[in-house]
């Protein structure tokens, strides 16, 4: 195990371990909020963080929480309050966010092309020790979130009407899933990049979809896969030069089209056998008469 032994590969696999496990954990409820590209918009956000963390010299992944949590709120608040220019005022808060901390990084000292390029994409050998410590209270807090409050979640994602109805707290359910969001996209950033993280929170998703019919088998099998590309990605740029970001997400993809070639005859053959099992039914419960069967004219 070649790969194991240099310091900045075990950083490298812990953190992509954790990002495996997130992002699809918080994925599946995004997905079945039809919220699949939130984020996608956090990620823009928070680089803003990232460029404020490198301007004031302090942790960029903290600095990215703080502004990734904020922008989240206000994004959940803008859905659940605005109207017609609702929409148009989340492209200005995620085309501002980018903008802003593309500017802030180059007005750093010590910020750089190279720094913006492994926050968009991901970069292993820049992964430190503080990084792999924030990434795993974070991770810590977002595993906490999507298994304990699972049920909520669920509930709130699926119908919120009836989530109201049944006396759960829907709106302080909606800002935590949107700052458990937040948090994952900073958890995700060092290893994935902040313009490839939401793809890690969808995709595996999508592909568990294909062979699951279930809530929990479709979290487990997401995030089975989520922790399958995240290692098997980290483990093939350290072999071959290319950003982690990109062969994770790739192998992500590849995984839901075999996935979905396996699932659509298997679908044909269970639709079959459910048509196969009707029939036996009906064949063996006798006609009944009709009324004007014993009508005589």
């Not at 310091?7 to 696999?13: D, E």
């Not at 206000?74 to 989340?90: F, P, Q, S, V």
């Not at 996209?185 to 939401?198: F, I, K, P």
Request: proline share 4%; with cysteine; glycine share 8%.
């Amino acid at each position: 195990m070649e790969f194991l032994e240099p310091a900045f590969m075990q950083r490298a696999l812990l953190a992509a371990l954790l990002v495996g496990i997130t992002a699809p954990a918080v994925g599946v409820y995004l997905v079945q909020r039809r919220q699949a590209l939130m984020g996608d918009g956090i990620g823009h956000v928070a680089m803003t963080g990232v460029g404020l963390g490198f301007l004031l010299n302090s942790s960029p992944v903290w600095m990215a929480t703080l502004v990734a949590v904020a922008g989240s709120v206000a994004m959940e608040l803008i859905r659940a309050y605005g109207k017609t220019r609702g929409d148009l005022t989340l492209a200005l808060l995620f085309y501002g966010g980018m903008a802003g901390g593309v500017l802030l990084i180059n007005l750093s000292p010590t910020g750089s092309n190279a720094n913006l390029t492994s926050y968009l994409f991901g970069s292993l050998s820049t992964v430190s020790p503080e990084d792999v410590t924030a990434i795993s209270i974070l991770a810590a807090f977002v595993v906490l979130v999507t298994i304990g409050l699972r049920r909520q979640l669920f509930a709130v994602s699926q119908d919120e009407e009836f989530a109201r109805v049944t006396g759960l707290p829907v709106r302080a359910l909606n800002l935590l899933i949107a700052v458990t969001a937040a948090v994952t996209v900073t958890v995700a950033m060092r290893v994935v990049g902040l313009l490839l993280v939401s793809a890690l929170m969808v995709v595996p998703v999508a592909a568990a979809q294909q062979l699951s019919k279930s809530f929990r088998a479709t979290f487990v099998g997401a995030v089975v896969i989520g922790v399958v590309v995240a290692l098997s990605g980290t483990v093939t740029t350290y072999y071959v030069e290319a950003p982690p970001g990109a062969t994770i997400v790739l192998y992500a993809i590849g995984i839901f089209v075999v996935l979905t070639l396996l699932a659509t005859p298997l679908a044909k053959r269970r639709a079959r056998a459910a048509e196969a099992a009707t029939r036996a039914c009906d064949a063996k419960v006798p006609a009944t008469r009709r009324p004007t069967d014993d009508v005589k004219v």
